[in-house]
Every structure is written in structure tokens, then in C-alpha cells.
């Protein structure tokens, strides 16, 4: 489309569920509209989510309870819940043949646990809407006059022009999917306030090395107590993952917008509880009954019952427990010392990792310049703003993707309404 000129109704920069979930609404109303994405397909982040699956929402069908998730910003979400909540999402996806489930904590995933059921879903959608799909197109620049959006240039050198224009480039994480803060850039030079940007929902480093033996080990029910110069501040039960440069999973990435801040206050330490359902007690009597039962096997061989193969060499290492011994000989003061070893496994966290390892971007185009009735600008006349791109971050658990979908679809909605 090298020099070309193209005129549309709606131009939507950014494929990602919000600017698809956009088109599809737009194109509903019979408006002529492009999507226009840099990458070779749509949806490339989406692929990713919920670790392949794509959790789509959250099925808590209560507003009020829905928002309250997204902290102090939740609020500017009420009007695009209204419209199109976590029901209307379901209720989409199930009208296109998608069949879902519901797990723990009331995530909604496609039954086949397939991200690409979600994202050809969509597509296909799009396609029923006749909504234009403009791949491997970057957008260089807006050109505005008039406190309006004239045309975008695109860097292959074609040009668009339309009435109204819709900016859904997401954030500043994982920047190979796409997001690397055009949108955000092109904002700014329109004057609008930037809220500061920082990761949300991201791993953290430790400092410890050993970490780098356990990459990629998941463990689920560990008790992790945060403390911050040596006062106890968290304690949460989950799931954690081990990464080469330390920790991440659900428990993490939930409580590291708080671990941000305390890092700012002094050291801040992680204890993990690897066996948090039992008592110090009650621990001791089980090791003290397995070891009885396995009389002359070796101490390096008596775990496995208790514990994943991958973490046995540090649990043996820590509890300084020489591993050749038979377990029949070891000596109550070594059990006891191991129980300490197995409640009391302390990291420090050297730091939060950087905003691309984030799931989500906090900050973003600030909520006092967008209309939250229609995600529309209060800058500029013609242009709309959704998803990830403005000042909202929600926890794990589908929030940020219902998120993306409801802004999507009311700046779709409102575009497509205000068309001469
Ligand atoms: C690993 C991972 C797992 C996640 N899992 C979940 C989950 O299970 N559930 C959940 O709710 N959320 C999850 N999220 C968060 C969720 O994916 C995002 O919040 C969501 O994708 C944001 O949607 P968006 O459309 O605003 O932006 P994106 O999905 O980032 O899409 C923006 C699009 O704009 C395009 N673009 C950018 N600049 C330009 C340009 N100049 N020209 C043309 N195109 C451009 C990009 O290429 C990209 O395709 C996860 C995120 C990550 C990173």
C-alpha cells in the first residue's frame, strides 16, 4: 500500500484483544473499519496468556465486587462493565461455539484449554463484520490538526485516513508480542498526561543462586511469609515458580506490586513454608514414621514421598545432613533441624524484574483525559483509547483480559455511534 491513500470509517491501531474486540463491535454496526498491527498475525500476546490457555475473564458477575479488583482506578471501568461484563464476554465466545470451564477462583478458560480457540474465535468474528485486517503494518505517526486525528502514516509508507480513530497498542511488557509504547508516545505528543509507567504482576530476583537448579519447577500449597526488615508483612498460600533469575507464579506476580514498595523501605525477605498443612509436630512424627519405615535406605533416597526430585538436593544440602547416612541413623537433632529446614526456606529478593517481564503495565494514558462513558479523548475530537494503553492493571485471574475486551468494545461502540 506504498503512497496509497485508504478512507475508512474507523482505524484501529493495535490487533490485541482490545483493539479486536473494537472492530468486532464497530463493524456490527455496518461501519467501514481497518485494524491495523504490525505483526504478521493478530493476537500475538494473547497466544501467551494464562500460560498457553488464555483465561479469558472472570466469572464474578458482580459489578460492584468486579471493579474492586482494580483498585483505585476501578471505578472509570463501571460503564464499559456495564455493557459488556464478564457475562457478555462468556455469552460471546460460548454464541461462537467456544466452550468454556470455570476454575479455581472463578477464572474462565476455553474448555480445550487453547489460546488459539480464543484468538480464532475472534477472527472469525472480525471476518463476519467484514472488518478490514491490516497485517504487517506499522504505524509510524498520527498527524493532527484542529484538535482532530487527520491521517496515520504508516512505515511501509501507505496512509490512512478516517473519522474516528481507536489506539489499543497495550502496554510496555513483552515487547516481542508487539506492546513497545507507540501508542503511549503518540498519547503524550497529543498532551495528554502520561501516568507513570511500572511493571505489575512481575517475577522477582533473588539473590540467592541456587535458585537456577530448580528453573521451571512449580510447586503448589507453599506458604510464602514476606518480611520487611525482619517484620512479617504477607503470608499468602499458593503456587510458585522457579526461574533462573528467581521467583515468579501466581502467589508472586500478586504480591509484587507490594514487594516494589517495600523494597524502597529496606531487605526484603522470603520464607518459604514447603509443607504449611502440617504442624512442626505433626511434620516431625511423618518424617520419624518414613524414615522407620525405610530402615537402611540412604538419607539421599528417603524424600521422594515428601517432595518433587528437583528441590530433594537442596532440602539435603541445607539440612547439612550428611546424604549417605542410612536414615535409621539419623539422629533426633538432625530430624528436627530438617523440619526447621523444610518450614524455613529464606531468600532475599534483590529486585522486582523489569517492566517487559511484567504481565501487565501499570500507568498508562491517564484516566482524567479519557470520557469513561465512551473511552473517548477529552484532547483530541476523533480519537478513542482501550485496553492495556490507559491507567488500569488488574490482578491475575482474567482481569486484565475482561478489561481489554470491555474497553474495546465501548470505544467500538462509541466510535461507530458517532459517525455522520
Ligand atoms: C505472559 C502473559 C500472560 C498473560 N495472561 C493473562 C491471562 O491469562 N488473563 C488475563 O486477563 N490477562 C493476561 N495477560 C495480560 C493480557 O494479555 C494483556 O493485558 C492484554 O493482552 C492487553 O490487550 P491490549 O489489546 O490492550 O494490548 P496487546 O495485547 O499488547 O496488543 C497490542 C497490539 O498493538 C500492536 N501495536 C503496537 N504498536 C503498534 C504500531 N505502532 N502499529 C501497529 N500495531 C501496533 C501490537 O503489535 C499488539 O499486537 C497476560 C500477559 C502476559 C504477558
Not at 104 to 112: C, E, I, S, W
Not at 355 to 368: C, D, K, N, Q, Y
Amino acid at each position: 500500500m506504498r503512497n496509497l491513500e485508504e478512507k475508512f470509517d474507523i482505524a484501529i491501531i493495535g490487533g490485541g484483544p482490545a483493539g479486536i474486540m473494537a472492530g468486532i463491535r464497530a463493524g456490527e454496526s455496518g461501519a467501514n473499519v481497518i485494524i491495523i498491527e504490525k505483526n504478521s498475525i493478530l493476537g500475538k500476546k494473547l497466544l501467551l496468556t494464562g500460560g498457553g490457555r488464555c483465561n479469558i475473564t472472570n466469572a464474578e458477575f458482580d459489578i460492584k465486587r468486579l471493579i474492586s479488583h482494580y483498585g483505585k482506578n476501578g471505578s472509570f471501568l463501571y460503564n464499559a462493565f456495564f455493557l459488556f461484563g464478564p457475562k457478555e464476554v462468556i455469552s460471546f465466545f460460548e454464541s461462537k461455539d467456544v466452550k468454556l470451564k470455570v476454575e479455581r477462583g472463578k477464572r474462565v478458560f476455553p474448555a480445550d484449554n487453547k489460546a488459539n480457540t480464543i484468538l480464532k474465535a475472534l477472527i472469525s468474528s472480525l471476518k463476519k463484520k467484514k472488518v478490514k485486517v491490516l497485517v504487517d503494518a506499522e504505524v509510524h505517526r498520527l498527524s493532527c490538526k484542529d484538535k482532530k486525528v487527520k491521517k496515520i502514516f504508516l512505515k511501509n509508507g501507505g496512509v490512512i485516513l478516517a473519522q474516528k480513530y481507536i489506539i489499543t497498542t497495550g502496554g510496555l511488557s513483552y515487547k516481542e508480542t508487539g506492546s513497545t509504547g507507540a501508542g503511549l508516545r503518540w498519547a503524550k505528543q497529543t498532551n495528554h498526561k502520561i501516568e507513570e509507567t511500572s511493571a505489575s504482576l512481575v517475577p522477582l530476583k533473588t539473590r540467592e543462586l541456587w535458585v537456577k537448579d530448580l528453573q521451571g519447577l512449580a510447586l503448589k500449597n507453599i506458604k510464602i511469609t514476606v518480611k520487611l526488615n525482619n517484620k512479617k508483612k504477607i503470608e499468602k498460600i499458593g503456587e510458585i515458580l522457579f526461574t533462573h533469575f528467581g521467583l515468579s507464579g501466581p502467589i508472586i506476580l500478586g504480591i509484587s506490586k507490594e514487594i516494589g514498595e517495600m523494597l524502597k523501605k529496606g531487605e526484603v525477605k522470603l520464607v518459604l513454608d514447603m509443607k504449611p498443612g502440617l504442624e512442626i509436630r505433626t511434620l516431625k512424627r511423618r518424617i520419624e514414621n518414613d524414615f522407620y519405615k525405610q530402615g537402611n535406605r540412604l538419607f539421599k533416597n528417603s524424600l521422594n514421598e515428601l517432595f518433587p526430585k528437583m528441590i530433594i538436593p537442596l532440602i539435603i544440602d541445607f539440612s547439612k545432613i550428611d546424604p549417605q547416612k542410612k536414615v535409621s541413623e539419623i539422629t533426633k537433632k538432625e530430624k528436627s533441624r530438617l523440619v526447621e529446614v523444610i518450614k524455613n526456606i529464606e531468600m532475599t529478593v534483590d529486585s522486582l524484574m523489569g517492566v517487559e517481564l511484567a504481565i501487565v503495565t501499570a500507568g498508562g494514558v491517564s484516566l482524567r483525559d479519557i470520557d469513561s462513558k465512551t473511552m473517548k479523548s477529552k484532547i483530541i475530537d476523533n480519537l478513542f483509547f482501550a485496553g492495556e494503553i490507559i491507567d488500569i492493571d488488574g490482578p491475575t485471574g482474567g482481569f486484565n483480559l475482561q478489561a481489554s475486551f470491555s474497553t474495546g468494545h465501548l470505544a467500538g461502540k462509541s466510535a461507530a455511534e458517532e459517525l455522520k
